[in-house]
């Protein structure tokens, strides 16, 4: 009975502590439980606002070099070395947009990288705008020398166009005009005689007008004698001269020692038998022009 009184405090008190132990045990595993089921949602939570972060941001960079790239194809450039730095820079944004960004560090690079292409392209921009400014500047300056030498070119031309004229006008005042033109048919006494039968020389005596302006020299006249038919009396075939790259038939010629004063002077043509009745003119020609005419008739015998 001893023993068994003294076994029977002992026992009672082991049977109340285990069940309590294994009641807290419980609770703390719940706990616990409970704190990494918290901790689990509020990381995947995190992870999903995180990776909505990370998806948003890789949209704005791709955003961004998609716009640099629409930048890149609205610079101009005549300059082929800045147009070859253009299109490197295009082709390197180009890449980076293939490029996935998975990670926080992956776009902090592609942001910084971002950010010096940015600096680039404004650099371009500005060595563009001054090119266009300089090129602007050079075509208005091409503009005005363009302008410049048309109206060089117009004065040039006017110029030309008053020269031929004075030209034209100093050839004609510099051709040595007959004035006093008078045709006489002579008999042999150097009588004047108008009948046929009695002519045995036609005089025309003329004076060839001073002009200062005139080449100055020897000079030959030519004289052509038409009679009413129209035929050139001439004492030979090989009579020819040239007027107006033409070869004419002349009558008789005469030089002359010109000085660019009035000089009297007087053409003789033998009667060859070729005088018939009518009117005849008479031309004077002096170096390739027509310097004077004339008329005379003749009567019957």
Same mark, same amino acid.
């Given at each position: 009975?001893?023993?068994?009184?003294?076994?029977?405090?002992?026992?009672?008190?082991?049977?109340?502590?285990?069940?309590?132990?294994?009641?807290?045990?419980?609770?703390?595993?719940?706990?616990?439980?409970?704190?990494?089921?918290?901790?689990?949602?509020?990381?995947?939570?995190? *992870? &999903?606002?995180?990776?909505?972060? %990370?998806?948003?941001?890789? @949209? $704005? !960079?791709?955003?961004? =070099?998609?716009? *640099? &790239?629409?930048?890149?194809?609205? %610079?101009?450039?005549?300059? @082929? $070395? !800045?147009?070859?730095? =253009?299109?490197?820079?295009?082709?390197?944004?180009?890449? %980076?947009?293939?490029?996935?960004? $998975?990670?926080?560090?992956?776009?902090?690079?592609?942001?910084?990288?971002?950010?010096?292409?940015?600096?680039?392209?404004?650099?371009?921009?500005?060595?563009?705008?001054?090119?266009?400014?300089?090129?602007?500047?050079?075509?208005?300056?091409?503009?005005?020398?363009?302008?410049?030498?048309?109206?060089?070119?117009?004065?040039?031309?006017?110029?030309?166009?008053?020269?031929?004229?004075?030209?034209?006008?100093?050839?004609?005042?510099?051709?040595?005009?007959?004035?006093?033109?008078?045709?006489?048919?002579?008999?042999?006494?150097?009588?004047?005689?108008?009948?046929?039968?009695?002519?045995?020389?036609?005089?025309?005596?003329?004076?060839?007008?001073?002009?200062?302006?005139?080449?100055?020299?020897?000079?030959?006249?030519?004289?052509?004698?038409?009679?009413?038919?129209?035929?050139?009396?001439?004492?030979?075939?090989?009579?020819?001269?040239?007027?107006?790259?033409?070869?004419?038939?002349?009558?008789?010629?005469?030089?002359?020692?010109?000085?660019?004063?009035?000089?009297?002077?007087c053409i003789f043509l033998d009667n060859t038998g070729d005088f018939i009745i009518g009117t005849y003119s008479v031309e004077l020609y002096l170096e390739n022009n027509i310097i004077g005419r004339t008329t005379f008739a003749l009567a019957k015998r």
């Amino acid at each position: 009975m001893t023993d068994t009184n003294t076994f029977t405090p002992i026992e009672q008190p082991k049977k109340k502590s285990a069940p309590i132990a294994m009641i807290f045990t419980t609770v703390i595993l719940a706990a616990a439980l409970i704190f990494l089921v918290v901790m689990y949602f509020d990381q995947k939570n995190k *992870m &999903v606002d995180m990776e909505t972060v %990370l998806t948003q941001e890789k @949209d $704005s !960079l791709q955003n961004e =070099l998609r716009l *640099m &790239v629409n930048g890149y194809d609205t %610079l101009k450039t005549d300059n @082929d $070395s !800045l147009m070859a730095n =253009l299109q490197r820079e295009k082709t390197r944004i180009v890449q %980076l947009l293939k490029v996935e960004a $998975s990670n926080v560090q992956l776009i902090k690079k592609y942001r910084a990288e971002i950010g010096t292409m940015r600096e680039i392209m404004k650099g371009y921009i500005v060595q563009i705008d001054s090119l266009n400014t300089v090129n602007q500047q050079l075509v208005a300056e091409n503009i005005g020398i363009k302008q410049q030498i048309t109206e060089v070119q117009t004065t040039n031309v006017e110029l030309e166009k008053a020269k031929e004229e004075l030209t034209s006008k100093v050839v004609v005042a510099s051709v040595i005009q007959a004035k006093d033109i008078n045709a006489v048919t002579l008999n042999q006494k150097r009588k004047e005689t108008t009948r046929i039968n009695n002519i045995d020389k036609l005089r025309i005596c003329f004076t060839l007008r001073e002009n200062p302006i005139a080449t100055a020299g020897e000079k030959e006249v030519f004289m052509r004698v038409i009679r009413p038919d129209s035929l050139v009396i001439t004492t030979s075939p090989d009579n020819l001269f040239d007027y107006s790259g033409n070869k004419l038939v002349y009558s008789a010629s005469r030089l002359v020692d010109y000085m660019n004063q009035d000089i009297e002077m007087c053409i003789f043509l033998d009667n060859t038998g070729d005088f018939i009745i009518g009117t005849y003119s008479v031309e004077l020609y002096l170096e390739n022009n027509i310097i004077g005419r004339t008329t005379f008739a003749l009567a019957k015998r």
